[in-house]
């Protein structure tokens, strides 16, 4: 079973989206922090991240450099889930950190499992 990990500063979205996925039969976890999510993936490498843009202390962009600088985690496919919308220039950095796709919040449900389903299968 496909493991995916929610990183978002707001408990109810962690909550809703690991609601979604389970319903679709991934395992699911939800860390509240970038620093959650490094100890974390160090302990259970997953199979997807959806990585918050936007959060206190250390954001979904420095995040996910660090994930890439590790060798044992550096293959892990992210996505962003965030309410930010890229730009060109945006674009350009999702495709430098290596980052599968983004999504909008609120996610549509339908839209949301069906991108799932397609990066991770």
């Not at 978002?8 to 976890?29: F, P, R, T």
């Not at 044992?72 to 919308?85: D, P, Q, R």
């Not at 730009?87 to 839209?111: A, C």
């Amino acid at each position: 079973m496909p493991r995916v990990m929610v990183v978002d500063d707001e408990q109810d979205i962690i909550d809703s989206v690991k609601e979604i996925l389970e319903m679709e039969g991934y395992e699911a976890v939800g860390v509240t922090s970038g620093g959650e999510c490094l100890r974390a993936l160090e302990k259970n490498p997953v199979d997807l991240i959806l990585m918050d843009f936007f959060m206190p202390e250390m954001d979904g962009r420095i995040v996910i450099e660090k994930i890439r600088e590790n060798p044992g985690l550096k293959n892990i496919k992210i996505v962003f889930l965030t309410s930010a919308t890229f730009k060109k220039k945006g674009i350009e950095t999702l495709k430098e950190l290596n980052v599968s796709d983004y999504i909008m919040k609120p996610i549509e449900v339908e839209d949301f499992t069906s991108r799932i389903r397609k990066i991770i299968g």
